[in-house]
């Protein structure tokens, strides 16, 4: 079966360093997505894995381990406008979509 | 960049009604464009897969004859919710795959059915 996961809500402190993790088993693998959403909108794209590795893109960065079926999103310098919820999708369905996480609601505090 | 446009935003119906939701790629051809439900605090789901000029391939558990699809052109995807209730009532999103297989979502529609 398809399962992805990742935790449900995490908080930090604006300025402060947070990792989200997501792990998952899925029948296809063709790269992992991180999507950042805010209430009532549409998911944003942030980064996409395919490879093994870490990929930096400014504050944000995003890990993959395929042979472990792990990857996480790395929120540096968090500033209240990164409070969403960060969703992890593979694209590993038959079609070619994306299969989502239910999300991490992240709350930046001050 | 590539944009998706998804029509209406916000959508208030009565029960019986049905809503037509469109999605549009504004700049790129979309060969495939994929529909998702989103229940308040879930994740998204994906509904069904819409083909240019094919059927759509619905999700186990999603009815076809209620959620009724048509991707007619290269550009166009319409999702129609017909006799839409109250559990109908999501946030619905579009995604179009692009030729070099980009995905791109549309801004969402959010149906509330009275």
């Keep these: 079966g ?58 944000f960065s995003s890990f993959l381990s395929r042979s472990k079926g792990y990857s996480y999103l790395l929120l540096k310098e968090l500033q209240m406008k990164d409070s969403a919820s960060y969703l992890c999708a593979v694209a590993g369905g038959s079609q070619g979509n994306l299969i989502f996480g239910k999300g991490t609601k992240l709350s930046v505090k001050p | 960049g590539a944009v998706v446009s998804q029509h209406p935003s916000r959508v208030i119906c009565k029960s019986g009604t049905s809503v037509k939701i469109e999605c549009r790629s504004l700049d790129f051809q979309a060969t495939t464009m994929f529909w998702y439900r989103q229940f308040p605090k879930q994740s998204l789901m994906l509904m069904a897969t819409s083909n240019e000029g094919s059927k759509a391939t619905y999700e186990q558990g999603v009815e076809k004859d209620k959620f009724l699809i048509n991707h007619a052109s290269l550009t166009l995807s319409t999702l129609t919710v017909t006799s839409a209730h109250p559990e109908d009532s999501s946030f619905y999103i579009c995604s179009a795959r692009s030729l070099n297989e980009k995905l791109f979502f549309g801004s969402g529609t959010q149906l509330s059915v009275l």
Aim: with cysteine.
């Design chain 1, 2 to 59: 398809q399962n992805i996961d990742q935790p449900t809500e995490m908080t930090a402190t604006e300025g402060a360093i947070v990792q989200i993790n997501c792990t998952y088993q899925t029948s296809g693998f063709n790269g992992l997505f991180w999507y950042q959403q805010h209430a009532g909108e549409a998911p944003t794209f942030l980064s996409y894995n395919v490879l093994d590795g870490l990929e930096e893109k400014g504050r």
